[in-house]
């Protein structure tokens, strides 16, 4: 009986045994295979990346190759020589817009500060008309005198022009929206609580004058 109880558990160890190299088998076959796919993809980018690096080379400038830093100083030379006429000087497509302000009914509320701003399409930055700040708005007749009236405007663009009467945490608040013409003028009407206004935006074209001599 000792003898075949011997064999029995000869028998056990080596079945778990060989369980247990079945599972570590299985364990390196699936690390294996993981590797082997790891090494297929970085391979495939790899083949991907090159293509896109000879692609890029073939359209780069070939002054960039054979002298880096004429080329990169040439670049910058460009692109802040663009930026500088379109800012600073107008296009010749562009349009002038002069904006008018007139008081057609009702008043300003009192104690209110008036903000006046204008948008255009290509530039997305407030460009301000008038801001009244603690003092009372100012009107000379019906109109209302704007600190700046004049808005470059790109010919397919859009004139964006708001008007805001604020006062601690009350609000009012009218905006409207303008399209170039050909030397012509459009109206809309803003509502600021019971205060109307008509606000009128003439077009003209810009010519090749100095932006910055508009501000006024």
């Known amino acids: 009986m000792v003898g075949g109880d011997a064999t029995k558990n000869l028998e056990h160890e080596t079945s778990k045994t060989d369980q247990i190299s079945e599972c570590e088998?299985?364990?390196?076959?699936?690390?294996?295979?993981e590797r082997k796919r790891r090494l297929e993809e970085y391979q495939q980018w790899r083949k991907r990346r090159e293509k896109e690096l000879e692609e890029e080379i073939a359209a780069r400038d070939p002054e960039e190759l054979?002298?880096?830093?004429?080329?990169?100083?040439?670049?910058?030379?460009q692109r802040w020589k663009k930026m500088y006429d379109n800012w600073?000087?107008?296009?010749?497509?562009?349009?002038?817009?002069?904006i008018r302000v007139d008081l057609t009914d009702g008043l300003w509320p009192d104690d209110f500060r008036g903000h006046f701003?204008?948008?255009t399409a290509s530039i997305n930055e407030e460009v301000l008309l008038l801001d009244s700040g603690d003092d009372k708005l100012p009107v000379a007749g019906n109109e209302i005198q704007l600190s700046r009236r004049v808005?470059?405007?790109e010919s397919d663009g859009t004139l964006r022009v708001s008007v805001e009467a604020s006062q601690?945490?009350?609000?009012l608040k009218d905006e409207?929206?303008?399209?170039?013409q050909e030397m012509d003028t459009h109206s809309e009407t803003f509502d600021i609580g019971e205060c109307k206004m008509k606000v009128t935006v003439a077009w003209s074209l810009f010519g090749n004058?100095?932006?910055?001599?508009?501000?006024?």
Do not use: Q, W
């Open 151 to 153: 808005v470059s405007v």
């Open 176 to 180: 409207k929206v303008f399209r170039p």
């Open 25 to 33: 088998a299985t364990k390196m076959d699936a690390k294996t295979e």
């Open 66 to 77: 054979t002298d880096y830093h004429a080329f990169h100083a040439r670049s910058f030379e």
């Open 209 to 216: 004058h100095p932006r910055v001599l508009l501000r006024h």
């Open 168 to 171: 601690g945490d009350n609000c």
């Open 117 to 119: 701003v204008a948008r």
């Open 88 to 98: 600073i000087f107008g296009s010749f497509h562009d349009k002038k817009a002069t």
